[in-house]
């Protein structure tokens, strides 16, 4: 994965991005970014902090995932772009196809329906 190598660097760019207007999918993102970098406490931190956000305001299914794949959760990441599909919160769900953020996913059966049914979808 050619991220790897950018994920300590990364790190602090996407704190900032969620400092400055709080946009979830930065949070998530920086979460992704700990977990795939080892800091796993840290990107446990973010997911705790992404539910936390999710009591006051919507918390996009799809940013969930990004985070939970950091931890290596495609289990629950995977249910979570599903729940994207199914209540139509499509705002990422169309780079599906090719987000690299998602490459773990590939492969799985189920990924590669989710990713048809959203492709034959438009």
Request: no cysteine; glycine share 8%.
């Amino acid at each position: 994965l050619k991220l790897k190598g950018r994920n300590a660097q990364a790190i602090p760019e996407f704190q900032k991005a969620f400092d400055l207007n709080h946009d979830l999918y930065a949070l998530a993102m920086l979460g992704q970014a700990y977990g795939r970098n080892g800091q796993t406490e840290e990107a446990r931190k973010v997911l705790a902090q992404l539910n936390e956000e999710a009591k006051s305001r919507y918390v996009p299914p799809y940013a969930l995932a990004l985070a939970l794949l950091g931890l290596g959760e495609k289990e629950r990441a995977l249910a979570e772009l599903e729940r994207a599909y199914q209540t139509h919160d499509t705002n990422y769900l169309f780079v599906i196809k090719t987000d690299p953020l998602l490459d773990d996913l590939r492969g799985d059966p189920r990924f590669e329906v989710l990713v048809q049914k959203v492709v034959g979808g438009k």
